[in-house]
């Protein structure tokens, strides 16, 4: 614990590309299936945040992608016409809209979320449970800036 105590300069830079080289892996899992239907990366952490909060509104999800709507609006756009996300009007407030995956984004998602699960699912199996549990403590706190 000591050591953490005086890390380096060319540690937390290790710690970096690291960070990146695990998002990129895993990301290019699935990446064939992507390109298959003309999707990409950011089509992929749309689908995944609709899919984990349904009903999602578009200012929400500009917010916890951290994008413009100008760069979300072509994403969405490609989704609704692949049928993989439908806009449903709010009942309290008819100008708003709630996103949620169609039934063709449910099935494109399961088979991207498989893909990206066996990488994942196989390093923390094959990693000791106490690791695992800091590992995701410290990924919270670097995504929550503390």
């Known amino acids: 614990m000591k050591d953490l105590l005086y890390l380096k300069d060319d540690q937390i830079k290790d710690f970096i590309q690291l960070l990146y080289y695990a998002y990129r892996e895993t990301y290019s899992d699935p990446k064939e ?42 994403v969405i756009r490609d989704l609704i016409s692949a049928k993989m996300i439908k806009q449903l009007k709010d009942n309290s407030d008819t100008r708003k809209k709630k996103l949620y995956l169609d039934k063709e984004g449910k099935i494109f998602f399961e088979i991207v979320y498989k893909k990206q699960k066996t990488r994942i699912f196989n390093a923390l199996k094959s990693s000791e449970p106490e690791s695992v549990i800091k590992f995701k403590e410290v990924l919270k706190k670097i995504i929550n800036g503390k």
Do not use: D, M
């Open 33 to 74: 299936i992507l390109s298959k239907r003309f999707l990409g990366p950011a089509h992929l952490r749309t689908l995944n945040l609709i899919e984990s909060n349904p009903g999602i509104s578009l200012s929400e999800l500009i917010f916890k992608l951290k994008i413009t709507k100008q760069s979300i609006n072509r």
